[in-house]
């Protein structure tokens, strides 16, 4: 897919698996279980979905995945494989060292556990290259979390990139022409959505605002979420300009479907057009 100056292209290198409860929330499970079917343990099966964008000049990562380096019991409670499918970094052919930019949505390890890695004895940055960024007000959050959420912060993730000097902190929402920002504050404190868009096309990497193609649906929030009632009114926001504006979600946990546009009806707004892969156009 094409959008401005970039050919967009699905990473997906690890699926994993989180309780499904905490991924429905207040939703019965008799509603969700047959779209995310669970294991004997409760848990339904993820996707580190990313994104990455290339141009003439740049190689842009969306988000770092959960990356390797994890121990016997991590993998264990969260049922870590590595992605049978095609588009991993390793079937693409893409070189660590060629991406010049990693925009991260948060700093959460499912997303950022990729940003390091752990070489003769230290983390270092798994992209040499990179500038990475982040919102500043988040990264604070992510240093001084609080007693609920400290579980999801893992420092060695993205505190190496503080250190070698990689890691900037943003304030702003405008990356560059077809790439902007869009702030929410209801899963975690400046989570930014990455919106890459051009005079015909919109796409909104949704982060962890809509983690799943089932969780479109307004009521449809993670227990996870700090503030659940912001989560809710961010939600009616975006997916309404979703609907009005035809743009195409990107899903970075759905481990069946890659994106979906939008439309809304009598009960809410819903998934319209589905897609295992991103459409050409």
């Not at 049922?79 to 660590?96: A, S």
């Not at 010049?100 to 700093?107: E, M």
């Not at 990689?166 to 209801?186: A, H, R, W, Y």
């Not at 609907?243 to 998934?271: C, I, R, S």
Request: proline share 5%.
């Amino acid at each position: 897919m094409k959008i401005g100056k970039y050919e967009l292209q699905i990473i997906e290198n690890y699926t994993f698996s989180l309780d499904g409860g905490a991924m429905f929330g207040i939703i019965p499970k008799l509603l969700w279980q047959n779209n995310n079917p669970p294991d004997e343990l409760n848990r339904i099966k993820l996707i580190d979905r990313n994104i990455l964008l290339t141009s003439d000049s740049k190689k842009i990562l969306i988000d770092t995945g959960l990356g390797k380096f994890w121990d016997d019991k991590f993998n264990r409670i969260y049922d870590v494989n590595c992605n049978e499918k095609n588009n991993t970094f390793e079937k693409l052919n893409v070189n660590p060292e060629e991406i010049t930019d990693v925009i991260l949505t948060h700093l959460h390890f499912d997303h950022t556990g990729g940003s390091t890695k752990f070489e003769n004895g230290k983390w270092i940055p798994t992209f040499p290259n990179a500038k990475y960024y982040v919102q500043q007000k988040h990264f604070e959050w992510a240093n001084n979390p609080s007693e609920r959420d400290k579980g999801s912060f893992i420092k060695e993730r993205f505190l190496p990139l503080v250190q070698e000097g990689v890691l900037k902190q943003l304030n702003e929402i405008e990356f560059d022409d077809e790439i902007s920002f869009i702030i929410v504050n209801g899963h975690t404190f400046s989570q930014q959505l990455i919106k890459i868009s051009d005079e015909k096309n919109t796409v909104l990497f949704c982060g962890d605002l809509i983690p799943l193609v089932t969780q479109i649906p307004i009521p449809y929030i993670m227990s996870y979420d700090l503030q659940p009632l912001v989560t809710v009114q961010e939600k009616k926001n975006i997916l309404q300009k979703a609907v009005d504006e035809n743009w195409l979600l990107v899903f970075e946990h759905d481990p069946f479907f890659t994106a979906a546009t939008v439309m809304k009806n009598e009960k809410g707004f819903t998934a319209n057009q589905k897609f295992t892969e991103l459409p050409n156009e």
